[in-house]
């Protein structure tokens, strides 16, 4: 059994920051990529920011410069760094990533979500 458990989220003023972690437990071999996608109401859900276990990165045109995505490999755990946030950047919030468990099997796990508002 594998979770993936986030927090960070809040109510924060447009120009504010916030930080997500995600902690992935359970029974864990390996962890590959690991991501944050977000979801809107209405919308779709959108890739926000990737990175893989070696450290390359990708973001979202729409937050190129005011988020960043970091991992800590030895506590299984992926960072969301966000800055000068805006009211569209409000969202839930999901944790996403592709781990190997004890039985040497890829799966492809997501978090519950947090809710990210940004609002004055």
């Known amino acids: 059994q594998v979770q993936l458990v986030e927090s960070g989220g809040g109510l924060v003023q447009p120009g504010g920051s916030l930080r997500l972690s995600c902690a992935a437990s359970g029974s864990i071999f390996r962890v590959n990529a690991m991501a944050w996608y977000r979801q809107a109401p209405g919308k779709r859900r959108e890739l926000v920011a990737a990175i893989t276990s070696g450290g390359s990165t990708n973001y979202a045109d729409s937050v190129k410069g005011r988020f960043t995505i970091s991992r800590d490999n030895a506590k299984n755990t992926v960072y969301l760094q966000m800055n000068s946030l805006k009211p569209e950047d409000t969202a839930v919030y999901y944790c996403?990533?592709?781990?190997?468990?004890?039985?040497?099997?890829?799966?492809?796990?997501w978090g519950q979500g947090t809710q990210v508002t940004v609002s004055s």
């Open positions: 996403n990533a592709d781990i190997m468990t004890s039985t040497r099997m890829w799966y492809n796990y």
